[in-house]
T-cell receptor, first 112, second 115 residues
Framework: GQQVMQIPQYQHVQEGEDFTTYCNSS?????IQWYKQRPGGHPVFLIQ?????EVKKQKRLTFQFGEAKKNSSLHITATQTTDVGTYFC????????????FGGGTRLMVKP | DSGVTQTPKHLITATGQRVTLRCSPR?????VYWYQQSLDQGLQFLIQ???????AKGNILERFSAQQFPDLHSELNLSSLELGDSALYFC??????????????FGQGTRLTVV
C-alpha cells in the first residue's frame, strides 16, 4: 500500500531559526494535506495542496507540493515557541477508499 | 472545536477486558476514520466507514472491530485487551470519501490505558 515518509523525525531549533520538514510518498498523490498536533492535543488541519508545483503561504509557514506530486515540504520562518508540536503530512490513498495515509510526523521543539 | 466528539476522554481498564469507544462526526460528514497513536508515534490508520459501509481497512487487529450507525456515529470495539493496546485513539471525519474532500477533522481522542 501507499507509504508516506517524513524527515526529520525530531528537530530542535532556537527561537528565531527556520525549520523545514519534508514529506515523500511512494505513490503520486491527488493532494497533500498538512496537520499540526500540539503536545497533548489532536491533529488540526493546516492546509491542502492540489496542483503540481503549488506553493501556499500562511504567515510564516510556506507549503510546497512537488512537481511530480510525490513530495512536499513545510517551511517555518523565524520559529516561535507557539510553533511547538508535531507536523504531519497526509495523502489520500487512491486504492484504498481515499483514506488518509499519514507520515510519521516531525516533532518540532523550540528553545526560547 | 473540530465538531467531532469522542467519548470517553480517558479509559482505564484491565487486560482481557473489552471496551467501546464512541465517535460522533461533524454535522454533515459521512466518512469516519479511526486512528491509533501510541506514545510519541505517528497516526496508524485502523478503519474507515462511509455512510454506514466499511470503506477501507488498515492494520486493525482481529480483536478490534468497528461500525457506523444510521445516524453516522461510529463505535470502535476493542476486546481481549493487552498492555500494548494502551494508546490514544482518534476518530476523524470528512465530508466524503472522494479524494478532493478528504480534509479530516479530528476529535479530542480517547486515551486508553490497559493495566
Amino acid at each position: 500500500g501507499q507509504q508516506v515518509m517524513q524527515i526529520p523525525q525530531y528537530q530542535h531549533v532556537q527561537e528565531g531559526e527556520d525549520f523545514t520538514t519534508y514529506c515523500n510518498s511512494s505513490t503520486t498523490l491527488s493532494n497533500i494535506q498538512w496537520y499540526k498536533q500540539r503536545p497533548g492535543g489532536h491533529p488540526v488541519f493546516l492546509i491542502q495542496l492540489v496542483k503540481s508545483g503549488e506553493v501556499k503561504k500562511q504567515k510564516r509557514l510556506t507549503f510546497q507540493f512537488g512537481e511530480a506530486k510525490k513530495n512536499s515540504s513545510l517551511h517555518i520562518t523565524a520559529t516561535q515557541t507557539t510553533d511547538v508540536g508535531t507536523y504531519f503530512c497526509a495523502g489520500p490513498d487512491n486504492n484504498a477508499g481515499n483514506m488518509l495515509t499519514f507520515g510519521g510526523g516531525t516533532r518540532l521543539m523550540v528553545k526560547p | 472545536d473540530s465538531g467531532v466528539t469522542q467519548t470517553p476522554k480517558h479509559l482505564i481498564t484491565a487486560t482481557g477486558q473489552r471496551v467501546t469507544l464512541r465517535c460522533s462526526p461533524r454535522s454533515g460528514d459521512l466518512s469516519v476514520y479511526w486512528y491509533q497513536q501510541s506514545l510519541d508515534q505517528g497516526l496508524q490508520f485502523l478503519i474507515q466507514y462511509y455512510n454506514g459501509e466499511e470503506r477501507a481497512k488498515g492494520n486493525i487487529l482481529e480483536r478490534f472491530s468497528a461500525q457506523q450507525f444510521p445516524d453516522l456515529h461510529s463505535e470502535l470495539n476493542l476486546s481481549s485487551l493487552e498492555l500494548g493496546d494502551s494508546a490514544l485513539y482518534f476518530c476523524a471525519s470528512s465530508v466524503s470519501h472522494r479524494r478532493e474532500n478528504t480534509e479530516a477533522f479530528f476529535g479530542q481522542g480517547t486515551r486508553l490505558t490497559v493495566v
